[in-house]
């Protein structure tokens, strides 16, 4: 069962550098024809994060031992993003996944565990960029 003493807890750290080729991709990817996603500059679409997701997470394969869920009643429960700003193409995004929170409730299929991720992206001058949390749930046994 997941502590709440791993709030905070740091998973990995890393960089992803965006192009302009990998953002129209994704727009292709999701049908989007917005032109905003496109050309020489384009403007990645509002759920471009999740291509480099995993490697905001890498590294946390210990944590999530740790943290004591059942990966064979795992669940991805909820995706958010919250922007400060655009992703643009030609920039490299620091990233840093953590724990966000660890909670539990208990109902008529058993208890529960939640642990809310969270992904902080930085650009070059440290401004946060974005931040992404999800939600995984874990049925406990």
Do not use: C, W
């Not at 620091?94 to 008529?108: C, H, M, N, P, W």
């Not at 299929?109 to 001058?125: C, P």
Request: no cysteine; proline share 6%.
């Amino acid at each position: 069962m997941p502590s709440k003493e791993m709030i905070g807890r740091v998973l990995s750290t890393g960089s992803a550098t965006v192009t302009a080729e990998h953002i129209t991709a994704f727009a292709a990817a999701l049908e989007d024809p917005n032109p905003l996603y496109r050309g020489a500059e384009p403007i990645a679409p509002p759920t471009y994060p999740i291509a480099f997701m995993t490697q905001a997470m890498a590294g946390g394969m210990d944590t999530f031992l740790e943290l004591g869920l059942n990966f064979m009643t795992l669940v991805h429960g909820e995706q958010e993003f919250e922007y400060r700003r655009p992703i643009r193409s030609g920039e490299t995004l620091s990233l840093t996944g953590r724990i966000a929170d660890v909670y539990e409730k208990t109902g008529g299929s058993g208890t529960l565990d939640f642990v809310v991720m969270e992904t902080e992206a930085t650009d070059a001058k440290g401004q946060v960029v974005f931040f992404s949390r999800n939600t995984l749930i874990s049925r406990r046994m």
